[in-house]
T-cell receptor
């Protein structure tokens, strides 16, 4: 679990706030991912970055804005969220963005939008 | 429509028995299939990967089978222990995509 870290672990924000989630991987991987996990639903892929370039944007609303300044760090900037955005947000990394790679997940940020 | 279904939301099993979890898929052509374990409050942890041309893969007490005709993968834990209690997720990596698509998971409880 220490290979991929996420901060904060818990976040409560109002609908008009702006906040950011941070992810850092210490595994030397080239691909990083953001997922959303809601109760009783499968993990939903949000964004994929490969070598700091966004290669997948899975029809995510613009109130979620990712940033990948280097291959070790990934951010998710949040603004004007809705209550239905409350969920566990998971970051993951893999050696490359190919489908044969297993993914290493962080512990997640539990987000509550009030 | 595309679906990944894991047999049941929850499965209880007696310690020492073999737990068998099922992952069925519809309208996918998976190149790879992966299994992950997720504990409460934590991210998923990778367990095993099996390719479409492999029938079976083993790792210690874990065994995965992959039947592309039945469109099904079975995940077995032999000699189950209470520490095996967790949610188990299957994930497909289809041809033509670089992403993983996850099932909703099966919550396994091993009763001492």
């Amino acid at each position: 679990e220490t290979g991929v870290t996420q901060t904060p672990r818990h976040l409560v924000m109002g609908m008009t706030n702006k906040k950011s989630l941070k992810c850092e991987q210490h595994l030397g991987h080239n691909a990083m991912y953001w997922y959303k996990q809601s109760a009783k639903k499968p993990l939903e892929l949000m964004f994929v970055y490969s070598l700091e370039e966004r290669v997948e944007n899975n029809s995510v609303p613009s109130r979620f804005s990712p940033e990948c300044p280097n291959s070790s760090h990934l951010f998710l900037h949040l603004h004007t969220l809705q209550p239905e955005d409350s969920a566990l947000y998971l970051c993951a990394s893999s050696p490359s963005a190919g489908r044969a790679n297993e993914q290493y997940f962080g512990p997640g940020t539990r987000l509550t939008v009030t | 429509s595309q679906k990944i279904e894991q047999n049941s939301e929850a499965l209880n099993i007696q310690e020492g028995k073999t737990a068998t979890l099922t992952c069925n898929y519809t309208n996918y052509s998976p190149a790879y299939l992966q299994w992950y374990r997720q504990d409460p409050g934590r991210g998923p942890v990778f367990l095993l990967l099996i390719r479409e041309n492999e029938k079976e893969k083993r790792k210690e007490r874990l065994k995965v089978t992959f039947d592309t005709t039945l469109k099904q993968s079975l995940f077995h834990i032999t000699a189950s222990q209470p520490a095996d209690s967790a949610t188990y997720l299957c994930a497909l990596a289809p041809w033509g995509a670089n992403n993983l698509f996850f099932g909703t998971g099966t919550r396994l409880t091993v009763i001492p």
